[in-house]
Each structure stands twice: as structure tokens, then as C-alpha cells.
């Protein structure tokens, strides 16, 4: 009988602040990303950029993490996820899972020197990002690409999933679980929320915008619901114009319009962190309801639902199939 197939997959996240005493280091490195933070002699000023933004912001955002408990949750969700996905890939390969996060530990060489370790006969990069973006997927392989390089061992790349069949399937099925919490659940307006980009990437090239509309569109024809929706834009940072409308706008939007329940549902996330637990279940909820929309709900992140572990499941064992060498990520626009 031949041996199985030793797999190695490298899950990319962006990572949260595990404490309070992490909070400003985590900014600092999320400010001194080159896919972040870009201009005409960024190399210069980044790192003295991300060091005073970074010291400006983390009182703030740190009064933000205690009220959801302190820290981010992130790492023991994905570490769930990595557990997970170990167990659904068992009955095919002999698979090591790893996660890999870009602005707090454990860190993309840390991943790197997990991977150095395994047996391995092929490896497979799956970003946690269902849409890519420069500033995301873009990002954390541009990272591993700075830290690891090995040509002996054949890798693939997962560069996006926003249409694959089973993961559009676990986020209807999230979809039709929250709305039985509402009383009227066929008059709840569905507002799919994703985290925002500057339009200055969607202009370079950025094919995320596209890839949440398709996503949004996907899963309604999928769930076949008759309730009003809207696509909106979660999580600006800085001058820049971002992609519109925002969260907090459409919110003001649907309440002047008499809705009176809304699920707000993270297309874009697939694992609970500070701008779902925050951003939108505490002050979105709080300007909703002091709106007056009486009903208000946020559809559950992913996380390690069966239906989404398998969907991973099948991206790896997808990936596994395809022949030939390292993918380099594409450029950045």
C-alpha cells in the first residue's frame, strides 16, 4: 500500500493583540506594513509613521479590546480553525496545519520555522481572506515570500475563495440560523458588511470590491431570500476616501427608512475579532437602537462551523490536486 501524501497548509490571518500591553506594539506593526502604508519615500518615514500612530491610537483601541473581554480572540478561533481542518484532511492526506499571522504571534517566521520542521511533500498557502485584496492576502504572502524559500518542496496557493460552493454554503446557512432569532425573520433587512479598502486599490487593480459583490451576490441566490438587503463598508482608517456606503451611514439610512430589523452580516470575515465583537455588535447595536430599529442582529463569524471546515478541507485537497511549483503572489497594483 502506498504512503499517504504528507501535507503541509500554512493558514494566514491578520492577527490580534493577545493583551493590553500588546495593543500599541500590534498597530505598530500593522502601520509598518509596505501594503499598508505606501507613498513616495514610505521607507523612509514608515516606521517613524506607524511609532506615532500607533502610540496615538492604542489607548483607544485598547479601551475597545477590554470591552469585549480584553483581547482579541482571533488566535484561539484560528488555532480551532488549524485543529479543525487537521482532522477533515486526515481521512485523505497525513496533514500538518500551521496558521501564519501578519501583525501578532504567532508571526509569519514563526509559521516558517513550523513548515522547516515538517516532512512534507508538497505545501499549501491558504490566506483566511474569501476575497483578496493587496492589503490582506496580498499582504501575508508578500510576508512569506520575505521569510521562506524552499524550491525542493512544491507549494500552492489559494489565492481567493469568495465563490467556492461550500464555503458560500456556510455562510447561508449562518444567514438562516440568525434570522429565526427575529421575530418577523422574512421582514429583517440583511445588511452584508465588509471591511473596507481605500478606492485608490480598487482603481490600481484591487479586485476586491468585485469579489464582495460577487460573494453577496452568490449567497442570496443561494439562500433564495425575498428580504431587502444592502452592501455596505466597515472600518476606515485615515484621509483616504475608502469604499462606500459606510456601516455607520447606511445604518442612519435604513432607520430613516422605517426598517425596524436589521442582521448585519461580516461577508468578509470568517472568524470574530475586534470589527465584528466591537465595531458592529456594540456600536453599530448602540446607534441602531438609539435610531430606533428595534431589532437588531449580527450574523456568527464562520469560525470552525463543520460546513466551512469542510469548504477548507476542499480548497486543500483542490490545491493538492493541481500539478506544478511554487505560485508567486501576484504584484501589487
Known sequence: ???????????????????????????????????????????????????????????AVAEKYAEIGGSSPIRLLTERQAQAL???????????????MRYWHPLTEDAVRQVRSWPIDELVLLPLYPQYSRATTGSSLNEWRRRYSDSRVPARI???????????????????VALTHFDQPQEVHLMFSAHGVPVSYIKAGDPYQQQIEATVRLVRERG??????????????????WLEPSLDATIERLAAEKYRAVLVIPIAFVTEHIET??????????????????????????NDSPRFIAALA????????????LEKPPSSP
Not at 456556510?170 to 438562516?176: D, L, T
Request: hydrophobic content about 45%; charged content about 25%; aromatic content about 8%.
Open 224 to 241: 433564495r431570500w425575498a428580504n431587502p438587503w444592502t452592501l455596505c463598508y466597515q472600518s476606515k482608517v485615515g484621509p483616504q476616501k
Open 314 to 325: 476542499n480548497l486543500v485537497l483542490q490545491a493538492v490536486a493541481k500539478k506544478g511549483k
Open 86 to 100: 487537521e482532522l477533515a484532511l486526515r481521512p485523505h492526506v497525513e496533514p500538518f496545519v500551521t496558521i501564519a
Open 1 to 59: 500500500m502506498p504512503e499517504r501524501k504528507r501535507i503541509g497548509v500554512v493558514l494566514f490571518q491578520l492577527g490580534g493583540p493577545d493583551s493590553r500591553e500588546a495593543v500599541e506594539p500590534f498597530l505598530y506593526n500593522l502601520f509598518c506594513d509596505p501594503d499598508i502604508i505606501d507613498f513616495p519615500l514610505a521607507f523612509l518615514a514608515r516606521r517613524p509613521l506607524a511609532r506615532l500612530i500607533s502610540r496615538r491610537r492604542a489607548p
Open 158 to 176: 489559494v489565492r481567493d475563495f469568495h465563490d467556492h460552493p461550500m464555503y458560500l454554503d456556510a455562510v447561508v446557512e449562518k444567514i438562516n
Open 277 to 302: 465583537l466591537h465595531e458592529i455588535n456594540i456600536e453599530a447595536r448602540e446607534e441602531a437602537e438609539h435610531l430606533g430599529i428595534r431589532e437588531f442582529g449580527m450574523m456568527p463569524a464562520l
